[in-house]
């Protein structure tokens, strides 16, 4: 019998599907017109619905609560010309992020917002401040559907994090404005965090987006160590799971319940080749374009999920990297502090339930402030900086210089040791030196005014956003066995790939060979104490902050301390230091960097 059009509805399907198939098409829109003319529900009279849409995921990550457009370097960048140079682009500012991502979404029905972890943590002083219910409150603003948790999310614990999730006034400072905190509209999504306890995540592991009769799945990750990241007093009761056997588990559970189409959001990345934003890590001759640990992590997820959005390293791509088929997928990170958004399109077969993988395409986009401001956004940030003020304004210091934060070691972590030694010699006399972790100074000091306070005042804000995290300043005691371990650890175990430098106090110098391999890197000969050799039977009383107190940063040696005495945050350390030992007619200096010798 002829053709009619009458012909059974999944035979008809499947003639389109290889329609779609043999012209290789790759997105929706092709995909659809390759349909034929004119085909409709013969029943009723009415178009078929189209096979494929698809469907917007706009991304980005590690926020770290910047409201504000970020200054300086970390305010900017990188563009790869057609000509193979580059220029630098300033970027940033959640007014801006707003307009863009508003403009971004318009005409796009199925358009969901995704982010990659640490939208709070090591944030400026309007966010930091109070805890960050600002960025939260900015993130709800910027209808963020969904994110997983980053290692900053942990910085004050699992309650707090809990809190900015459910809402509810600060358990300590209470209500800053006549309402209450009312939490995150946003699942946050942590899959491979467990309570020890109850062996169960302790926020939502995965969310399913939907719209009509399209579903998406989000599984949300951090990574696997962000206990050696984050302070011990923020992790505990806490168990961080495998990432790669979590987004698998979870992919197989949101299979069972139909959801096909799935976004894995981890908080790990990578480092791609080129710093440039737009650099192409698929060109020919790239290879991966990309290394780390997103790498090994993306080849071993589960073909069931369709794209990674990740973070952490913030960088920025937009790369394939082979599932455990040997097929391409889409991996993305969108640099940091808001300077990008990730514009990617997961065209969706509504026959399957799955994601067209060969059509999926992505790309990052600068948030230039060039375009109008979010006049809400606006007037979010008034409010929180109205209340910041009286704090943030008041004069802490006075330097003579700018103290940069660059270089192996850096003028500002040395200044930080300082501070921390001089401080922990105000609680117990017998402190004999301080080290510092890199990672725990976020920033510099500018020489030149930011606002009214005159050059060469150093500002409460300017302090918090060198110091965010609320650590404590701790004394404990070590052998000088321990105290050379110590120094061994930087460039050995954990950290022998990528060294973690300590900022020494002024007194304590080395020698670092990096000529060298492993612990030999640091010559043990070389380290000396105000002038004299470190006596490895001698008990010395050192100062650090309770991140490393806790053996964090793989330093397991600095979590075995005894006789640990507890002072106030490492902020005020650094306030109580400047205040006596600098003035407006005497400001403090620069540290000249000559507490250890470099041999390259």
Known sequence: MPATSHSHPSRRRRTYGLLAAAAGLATAGALVAALPAGAHDSNHGKPLPSRYQDVQLLSFNDLHGNLEPPSGSSGRVTELQADGTTKTIDAGGVEYL?????????????????????????????????????TIEALNKLDLDVTSVGNHEFDEGAKELARLQKGGCHPTDGCY?????????????AANVLGEKSGKPILKPYWVWKKKDVKVGFIGVTLEDTPGIVSAEGVKGLKFKDEV???????????????????????????????????????????????????????????????????????????????????PRTVTSAASFGRLYTDTTLTYDRF???????????????????????????E?????????????????????????????????????????????????????????????????????????EGDGVVTYAEGFTVQ????????????????????????????ASA??????????????DLTKAGADRVVTDSIK???????????????????????????????????????????????????????????IAPPVTNRITIVQ
């Open 468 to 495: 965010p995290f609320a650590n404590t300043v701790n004394l404990q005691d070590f052998t000088g066995t321990q105290l050379i371990q110590v120094l061994k650890e930087q460039v050995s175990g954990s950290n």
């Open 380 to 452: 979010l940030i008034s409010k929180w900086n109205t209340l910041a003020a009286p704090i943030g304004n008041r004069a802490i210091g006075h330097i003579s210089a700018d103290v940069p934060n660059t270089g192996t070691e850096s003028p500002m972590g040395d200044l930080i040791a300082d501070a921390q030694l001089w401080y922990g010699k105000e609680l117990d006399a017998e402190a004999d030196l301080a080290l510092m972790n890199p990672g725990g100074v976020r920033a510099g000091l500018t020489y030149a005014a930011k606002g009214a």
């Open 177 to 189: 404005t006549d309402e209450e905190f009312g939490g995150a509209d946003f699942p946050y999504l």
């Open 98 to 134: 707003a307009t863009h991502l508003r403009q971004a979404r318009e005409g796009n029905k199925y358009s969901i917002t995704a982010a990659g972890g640490d939208m709070v943590g090591a944030s400026p002083l309007i966010s930091g401040l109070f805890h960050d219910e600002p």
């Open 245 to 327: 056997e979590t987004i698998n588990k979870y992919a197989k559970e949101l299979q069972r319940q139909g959801v096909k189409s799935i976004v894995a959001l981890i908080h790990e990345g990578g480092l791609p080749a080129s710093t440039s934003y737009n650099y192409n890590c698929d060109s020919p001759g790239a290879g991966d374009g990309i290394s780390g640990p997103i790498v090994d992590i993306a080849k071993n997820i589960s073909p069931s999920v369709d794209a990674l959005v990740t973070g952490h390293t913030h960088a920025a791509y937009a790369c394939t990297i082979n599932d455990p088929s040997g097929k």
């Open 499 to 512: 060294p973690k430098i300590l900022q020494p106090s002024a007194n304590l110098t080395y020698t670092l």
């Open 352 to 378: 399957t339930g799955d994601i067209a993988r060969t059509a999926v395409k992505s790309a990052n986009h600068v948030v230039t402030r060039t375009v109008p401001k979010a006049t809400d956004m606006t």
């Open 529 to 587: 104490l105000n002038g004299a050799a470190i006596d490895p039977s001698a008990t010395y009383r050192v100062a650090t902050n309770s991140f490393l107190a806790g053996g964090g940063d793989g330093f397991t040696t600095l979590g075995q301390g005894t006789n640990d005495l507890v002072g106030l945050d490492d902020l005020t350390a650094l306030e109580q230091y400047l205040l006596a030992n600098s003035s407006a007619t005497a400001p």
